[in-house]
């Protein structure tokens, strides 16, 4: 256990300009930014890798095995030192479980402003990173720490996925049903709590949400019927339903109604609604069509980044009572059916809310 956190020192999201997975370049300028490394070296073992935007990358070691690689890190989205760690370390591992691999072993990724915070602060942070870790059964087996001017935590993290059970989000089919795991809302929660009006109860239900490993990733994975597969992160339900639009040359029609949202956020939508929902809905906007009378608000929430988001599922029809019943057997009881998969019309992949 580490030395007890200084009372000097400063809540965590009063030390940087964002938070979790809002911290995220927007898609837009990441596509722009991305255009020069076209020309990189793709040897045919690598199966999946940046082309798809996709959760992870898959690299084919033999006729059994892939290796899955992936790595996130962000600034704080909570204060309490320990939680920070944890949900930064949760939000990193669930790439693997989105692929429908299983992890290994994780390397930590430590920038501290030694200057700004105690080590009993940043020690907290490693020991949420830590409980995060152990709680998948995998060691932190090395890192990398460098004193920064912000604070900002993650992982690399590897996993293991026979090459036939890899899903990737370009894979749902026309006429498949897809099924949210985890409910919105922690770009908002998290802004409420960075302005001291979060409640005790809403911060635990972000806490619960956002350190809740998307275990079930694998066990969907081995279903037939499940076809694509990814996680809901930085850049919105909109943005990653769109990324599996675009990858799976669908529509992706959603039902809102259905979405499941976190109880105290539509109550703190008008007043919290993040600069990073705008930057998303402009980097993609022109491809999702909303109802008429759609609030702005409602949107903001639409494009909201969710940090340790819940899985994206699309399957076919006869495979959603499986899904539903392995998402329950991981104690996701708030996952949903909110949509399905259409082919694309004549304007291209698109998402459509209804």
């Known amino acids: 256990m580490s030395d007890s956190c200084s009372p000097t020192d400063p809540p965590l999201t009063s030390l940087s300009h964002g938070g979790g997975c809002g911290c995220k370049i927007a898609?837009?300028?990441?596509?722009?930014?991305?255009?020069?490394?076209?020309?990189?070296?793709?040897?045919?073992?690598?199966?999946?890798?940046?082309?798809?935007?996709?959760?992870?990358?898959?690299?084919?070691?033999?006729?059994?095995?892939?290796?899955?690689?992936?790595?996130?890190?962000?600034?704080?989205?909570?204060?309490?030192?320990?939680?920070?760690?944890?949900?930064?370390?949760?939000?990193?591992?669930s790439d693997v479980y989105a692929m429908g691999a299983r992890p290994i072993l994780a390397l930590a990724l430590v920038a501290m402003p030694l200057a700004k915070l105690s080590r009993g602060a940043i020690a907290r942070i490693l020991e949420g990173g830590a409980a995060a870790c152990n709680a998948?059964?995998?060691?932190?087996?090395?890192?990398?720490?460098?004193?920064?001017?912000?604070?900002?935590?993650?992982?690399?993290?590897?996993?293991?996925?026979?090459?036939?059970?890899?899903?990737?989000?370009?894979?749902?089919?026309?006429?498949?049903?897809?099924?949210?795991?985890?409910?919105?809302?922690?770009?908002?929660?998290?802004?409420?709590?960075?302005?001291?009006?979060?409640?005790?109860?809403?911060?635990?239900?972000?806490?619960?949400?956002?350190?809740?490993?998307?275990?079930?990733?694998p066990d969907l994975a081995a279903l037939e019927g499940v076809h694509g597969l990814t996680d809901v992160t930085g850049f919105g339900l909109a943005g990653h339903g769109l990324e599996m639009a675009r990858g799976s040359g669908c529509t992706l029609s959603i039902d809102w109604d259905a979405v499941p949202v976190m109880g105290p956020v539509r109550e703190l939508l008008a007043d919290f609604a993040t600069g990073a929902a705008r930057n998303n809905w402009e980097s993609y906007g022109q491809d999702v069509v909303l109802p008429e009378g759609f609030?702005?608000?409602?949107?903001?929430?639409?494009?909201?980044?969710?940090?340790?988001?819940?899985?994206?599922?699309?399957?076919?029809?006869?495979?959603?009572?499986?899904?539903?019943?392995?998402?329950?057997?991981?104690?996701?009881?708030?996952?949903?059916?909110?949509?399905?998969s259409a082919a694309a019309g004549a304007e291209g992949p698109r998402v459509i809310l209804r």
């Open 295 to 340: 609030s702005d608000l409602e949107r903001a929430l639409l494009t909201d980044p969710q940090t340790s988001g819940g899985l994206l599922v699309s399957c076919a029809p006869q495979a959603v009572g499986q899904v539903m019943d392995i998402f329950r057997d991981h104690g996701f009881a708030r996952a949903a059916v909110i949509g399905e």
């Open 136 to 217: 998948a059964g995998i060691p932190i087996a090395g890192g990398h720490t460098i004193d920064s001017v912000e604070p900002i935590y993650g992982l690399v993290a590897l996993g293991t996925v026979h090459p036939d059970r890899v899903r990737k989000n370009g894979g749902s089919r026309p006429g498949d049903v897809l099924v949210l795991g985890k409910p919105l809302g922690t770009g908002i929660l998290a802004g409420a709590l960075k302005k001291g009006r979060l409640t005790e109860d809403g911060y635990a239900e972000m806490l619960a949400t956002t350190t809740a490993l998307n275990t079930p990733g």
């Open 27 to 93: 898609p837009g300028i990441l596509a722009d930014l991305l255009k020069g490394t076209a020309g990189m070296v793709m040897p045919e073992e690598l199966l999946v890798g940046a082309a798809t935007s996709d959760d992870a990358a898959v690299y084919r070691l033999n006729d059994e095995q892939a290796l899955v690689a992936t790595t996130d890190f962000f600034m704080p989205i909570v204060n309490d030192p320990f939680d920070f760690g944890r949900i930064a370390a949760t939000n990193a591992i």
